[in-house]
């Protein structure tokens, strides 16, 4: 069974640092890029940003750049989200997503991606 599995969310300060995990069962992340969605109350899915079979990324969200970057981890079949600087309007739930391919897609459309995992809450708040 092919399975993506997030964890790491929780509730941090703003200015505060997390680091998100997504691994991979039943295939390997290394013939994949991995998207990193996010979806806040009553708002759409929104891309973040993506990583691909290099580790090159592509930033969807201008509001993360700077702050959010992404690696892969293929020993433990795990893509990370760092985020740092965090501020009140990233919260939401955040979600990996598989598109089999070396390569990112140019837009952040969820139906690129094949693979999704079940989402983590982020919450920034003081």
């Known amino acids: 069974q092919l399975q993506l599995v997030e964890s790491g969310g929780g509730l941090v300060q703003p200015g505060g640092s997390l680091r998100l995990s997504c691994a991979a069962s039943?295939?390997?992340?290394?013939?994949?890029?991995i998207g990193w969605f996010r979806q806040a109350p009553g708002k759409e899915r929104e891309g973040v940003l993506c990583?691909?079979?290099?580790?090159?990324?592509?930033t969807y969200a201008d509001s993360v750049k700077g702050r959010f970057t992404s690696f892969r981890d293929n020993a433990k079949n795990t893509v990370y989200l760092q985020m740092n600087n965090l501020k009140p309007e990233d919260t939401a739930v955040y979600y990996c997503?598989?598109?089999?391919?070396?390569?990112?897609?140019?837009?952040?459309?969820?139906?690129?991606?094949?693979?999704w995992g079940q989402g983590t809450q982020v919450t920034v708040s003081s």
């Open positions: 990583i691909g079979g290099s580790g090159d990324i592509t």
């Open positions: 039943g295939f390997t992340l290394d013939s994949y890029d």
């Open positions: 997503a598989a598109d089999f391919g070396f390569y990112c897609p140019n837009n952040a459309a969820p139906y690129e991606f094949d693979y």
